[in-house]
C-alpha cells in the first residue's frame, strides 16, 4: 500500500506542479532535509513551497502532507491560491517520510511521534525556504496544518508538541493504530486553545467516527475552541467537497488569532460566537476498531448563550452566525459526492483512493 502511494505521489505532485505552473505563473522551491542518524526517519524528507504573494512579508505556512489525492488538491487549487494570496499564507506540500521502524509496525508508515525526526525537518524545510525564496520570515511563522488520515492524527500530536507554533488544525478522517490512535492523545491547555476543525465520514470504516469525537469532546468541554463534522454517506476520503466551509472558517479564525501585534497568538474567546450540535444514529457498520459508525441525523445551531436541544450533543464552536449557517447546511445533508477523483470512480474504486 505505501509503495502505491509512492507512485501516485510521483504521478500526483508532476500535476500539481504543471496546474501550479499554468493556472498562477509562481515559482515553486523544493528543499530535500536528509535524516539524522538518531532519528526515526528511513530517509530523507522532501517538500514543495509556493508563495502566492510574494511581494509581501509572509505572515503564515499552510503545511499539508501528501497522503491522498483528494488532500493534496488544497495546495494547487485556484481558490485555496487566492485564499492564500490575499491572507499573505504560503503553501508547502510536503512528501510523506517513513519511519526506520514505525511504532505502528506497518512498513513505510511515519511514526507519529514528531519529535523523533518529523518536527525537526518540518522546522528544517522551513528555514531552508526562507533563505531559498528570500522570506526568512518563513522560517519562524505560524502554521496552518491539514492533515488526512494517518497525518490527521500525526498533527493532532504535532500541536500536542509545539502548540505556540500553530495557528490552527484541519483534521480529515483523523486515525491511527497503537501507540498513536486519536484516543491516545490528550492535549494541554495551550495545545486545546489552537482551533481545530476535525471532520470525519460516516462510513468510514478505517478512522471511524467515534473515536474522532471523543478526541473532540474531552476537548470541547475545557473549553477548546474545536469544530467537529460528520458528512453522512462519506468513507475514508474527500475533503477537497469542503473547501468552502473549511476557508470561511479558516478565514475568520485567522481574524480572530491576530494579536494586537499583528502575530497569530490572541487566545479564541469562546464565550462569543455560535455552537452546533447533533443527534447521532448508529448504523449496523463498524470501523476498525470494531465501534459502530454513526451519521448525523439532526442538528443545529444557537448562540453560545442559548441551550442546544436536549436530544443533541456537543459538536461545534463556530466563530460566527454565517459558519454556523454553512456548517449545519453542510451536516444536514444525507449524502456527499465522492467525485473528487481524476478517473471519475468513487472512493470505493478509485485507484487514487486511499483503502
Same mark, same amino acid.
Given at each position: 500500500?505505501?509503495?502505491?502511494?509512492?507512485?501516485?505521489?510521483?504521478?500526483?505532485?508532476?500535476?500539481?506542479?504543471?496546474? &501550479?505552473?499554468? =493556472?498562477? /505563473?509562481?515559482? +515553486?522551491?523544493?528543499?530535500?532535509?536528509?535524516?539524522?542518524?538518531?532519528?526515526?526517519? @528511513? +530517509?530523507?524528507?522532501?517538500?514543495?513551497?509556493? &508563495?502566492?504573494?510574494?511581494?509581501?512579508?509572509?505572515?503564515? &505556512? *499552510?503545511?499539508?502532507?501528501?497522503?491522498?489525492?483528494?488532500?493534496?488538491?488544497?495546495?494547487?487549487?485556484?481558490?485555496?491560491? %487566492?485564499?492564500?494570496?490575499?491572507?499573505?499564507?504560503?503553501? &508547502?506540500? $510536503?512528501?510523506?517520510?517513513?519511519?526506520?521502524?514505525?511504532? %505502528?509496525?506497518?512498513?513505510?508508515?511515519?511514526? #507519529?511521534?514528531?519529535?523523533?525526526?518529523?518536527?525537526?525537518?518540518?522546522?528544517?524545510?522551513?528555514?531552508?525556504?526562507?533563505?531559498?525564496?528570500? /522570506?526568512?520570515?518563513?522560517?519562524?511563522?505560524?502554521?496552518?496544518?491539514?492533515?488526512?488520515?494517518?497525518?490527521?492524527? #500525526?498533527?493532532?500530536?504535532?500541536?500536542?508538541?509545539?502548540?505556540?507554533?500553530?495557528?490552527?488544525?484541519?483534521?480529515?478522517?483523523?486515525?491511527?493504530?497503537?501507540?498513536?490512535? #486519536?484516543?491516545?492523545?490528550?492535549?494541554?491547555?495551550? $495545545?486545546?486553545?489552537?482551533? =481545530?476543525?476535525?471532520?470525519?465520514?460516516?462510513?468510514?470504516?478505517?478512522?471511524?467516527?467515534?473515536? !474522532?469525537?471523543?478526541?473532540? /469532546?474531552?476537548?470541547?468541554?475545557?473549553? @477548546?475552541?474545536?469544530?467537529?463534522?460528520?458528512?453522512?454517506?462519506?468513507?475514508?476520503?474527500?475533503?477537497?467537497?469542503?473547501? @468552502?466551509?473549511?476557508?470561511? *472558517?479558516?478565514?475568520?479564525?485567522?481574524?480572530?488569532?491576530?494579536?494586537?501585534?499583528?502575530?497569530?497568538?490572541?487566545?479564541?474567546?469562546?464565550?462569543?460566537?455560535?455552537?452546533?450540535?447533533?443527534?447521532?444514529?448508529?448504523?449496523?457498520?463498524?470501523?476498525?476498531?470494531?465501534?459502530?459508525?454513526?451519521? $448525523?441525523?439532526?442538528?443545529?445551531?444557537?448562540?453560545?448563550?442559548?441551550?442546544? !436541544?436536549?436530544?443533541?450533543?456537543?459538536?461545534? *464552536?463556530?466563530?460566527?452566525?454565517?459558519?454556523?449557517?454553512? *456548517?449545519?447546511?453542510?451536516?444536514?445533508?444525507? +449524502? /456527499?459526492?465522492?467525485?473528487?477523483?481524476?478517473?471519475?470512480?468513487?472512493?470505493?474504486?478509485?485507484?487514487? @483512493?486511499?483503502?
Amino acid at each position: 500500500m505505501v509503495f502505491r502511494r509512492r507512485l501516485l505521489f510521483l504521478a500526483c505532485i508532476s500535476a500539481v506542479a504543471l496546474r &501550479v505552473g499554468a =493556472q498562477t /505563473h509562481l515559482q +515553486e522551491f523544493a528543499t530535500t532535509v536528509v535524516a539524522r542518524a538518531d532519528e526515526n526517519l @528511513a +530517509e530523507s524528507c522532501t517538500f514543495k513551497m509556493t &508563495v502566492p504573494a510574494p511581494d509581501k512579508p509572509v505572515r503564515a &505556512v *499552510w503545511l499539508t502532507y501528501d497522503r491522498g489525492f483528494d488532500i493534496m488538491k488544497y495546495y494547487d487549487d485556484p481558490t485555496v491560491v %487566492t485564499f492564500a494570496q490575499r491572507h499573505e499564507i504560503a503553501l &508547502v506540500l $510536503a512528501h510523506q517520510c517513513p519511519a526506520k521502524d514505525p511504532p %505502528t509496525r506497518e512498513t513505510g508508515e511515519m511514526d #507519529m511521534d514528531v519529535s523523533r525526526g518529523v518536527a525537526r525537518s518540518i522546522d528544517a524545510a522551513l528555514d531552508d525556504f526562507g533563505k531559498q525564496s528570500g /522570506h526568512p520570515e518563513i522560517a519562524s511563522a505560524k502554521l496552518i496544518v491539514l492533515g488526512f488520515s494517518g497525518m490527521g492524527a #500525526m498533527f493532532a500530536q504535532y500541536v500536542k508538541y509545539k502548540p505556540s507554533r500553530v495557528l490552527a488544525a484541519i483534521l480529515a478522517n483523523p486515525g491511527q493504530g497503537v501507540p498513536y490512535g #486519536m484516543e491516545t492523545v490528550n492535549l494541554s491547555d495551550q $495545545a486545546s486553545a489552537v482551533p =481545530q476543525f476535525i471532520i470525519v465520514g460516516a462510513i468510514d470504516s478505517r478512522g471511524g467516527t467515534q473515536r !474522532p469525537y471523543e478526541y473532540f /469532546h474531552r476537548h470541547w468541554v475545557r473549553g @477548546a475552541p474545536w469544530a467537529f463534522l460528520v458528512q453522512n454517506g462519506i468513507p475514508h476520503c474527500c475533503v477537497i467537497n469542503l473547501k @468552502a466551509l473549511i476557508l470561511d *472558517w479558516l478565514d475568520e479564525v485567522i481574524q480572530k488569532r491576530k494579536s494586537s501585534s499583528g502575530s497569530f497568538d490572541a487566545k479564541i474567546d469562546t464565550h462569543r460566537g455560535w455552537t452546533g450540535s447533533i443527534r447521532t444514529c448508529s448504523s449496523e457498520r463498524t470501523d476498525s476498531f470494531k465501534e459502530h459508525l454513526w451519521n $448525523a441525523c439532526a442538528a443545529s445551531i444557537k448562540s453560545v448563550r442559548s441551550k442546544s !436541544p436536549a436530544d443533541e450533543i456537543p459538536a461545534a *464552536w463556530l466563530p460566527s452566525r454565517r459558519v454556523a449557517v454553512e *456548517w449545519l447546511a453542510f451536516i444536514k445533508q444525507k +449524502e /456527499h459526492p465522492e467525485d473528487s477523483f481524476p478517473d471519475g470512480l468513487d472512493a470505493a474504486h478509485s485507484k487514487f @483512493a486511499i483503502h
